[in-house]
């Protein structure tokens, strides 16, 4: 079982359009990243956040922590193909790293 | 300054064989994690090295090992492979505790392993 799920699994949209990946758990986390893997090479880190109910901003990449730190969301705005790829959280707990199921994302031009 | 570095990055073995996968982290880096990632499983930890020593380590068999050297590069080995081994393997490196989620941890572009 994983202990952290994400949702949807597979997306795809139109450039422009706007979204939200889902990165949900039971369990309390210390801090959540979220990553971002392009075909052919590894994660590249985003964003962590620590604080429950946090907000941060990555120029059209809107990051929440839950109030509980149990969940995150992403949301992107007005999508471009550059934004295609496989998201994917990843939630501390004591001094280890669990990543989520994955969100794969394709922006169509 | 030069990004993590993982040899071979395609590798093609049968059932029964072993391999041995390598890898460079950051110059300066001291902490190396190798992670397996499939479209069934996702990415899963199979275990941590700092100074040399494993720090960590994920739930697989024991046929999955590795080891860090002095200069902090690391391998790890699967002998009797098995078709379900096929996979990407990541490592990822970071200054001291990059699972800890204070730190960043910076992937390489992994080893692509095909099972026949």
């Known amino acids: 079982t994983q202990l952290l799920e994400q949702s949807p699994q597979f997306l795809s949209i139109q450039e422009g359009e706007n979204l939200t990946v889902y990165c949900n758990s039971s369990?309390?986390?210390?801090?959540l990243q979220w990553y971002r893997q392009e075909p052919g090479e590894g994660p590249v880190l985003l964003v962590t956040v620590v604080t429950g109910g946090e907000v941060k901003k990555l120029k059209r990449l809107t990051f929440q922590f839950g109030d509980a730190r149990k969940d995150s969301s992403l949301h992107i705005t007005a999508a471009q193909p550059g934004d295609t790829g496989l998201y994917l959280c990843a939630g501390a707990q004591a001094n280890n790293l669990f990543f989520g199921t994955g969100t794969r994302l394709t922006v169509i031009p | 300054k030069a990004g993590v570095t993982q040899t071979p990055r395609y590798l093609i073995k049968t059932r029964g064989q072993q391999v041995t996968l390598s890898c460079s982290p950051i110059s300066g880096h001291r902490s190396v994690s190798w992670y397996q990632q499939t479209p069934g499983q996702g990415l899963q930890f199979l275990f941590e090295?700092?100074?040399?020593?494993?720090?960590n380590k994920g739930n697989f068999p024991g046929r999955f090992s590795g080891r860090q050297f002095s200069n902090s590069r690391s391998e790890m080995n699967v002998s009797t492979l098995e078709l379900g081994d096929s996979a990407l393997y990541l490592c990822a490196s970071s200054l001291a505790n990059g699972r800890s989620g204070q730190e960043t941890q910076y992937f390489g572009p992994g080893t692509r392993l095909l099972v026949l």
């Open positions: 090295y700092f100074s040399e020593t494993q720090r």
């Open positions: 369990s309390v986390f210390s801090s």
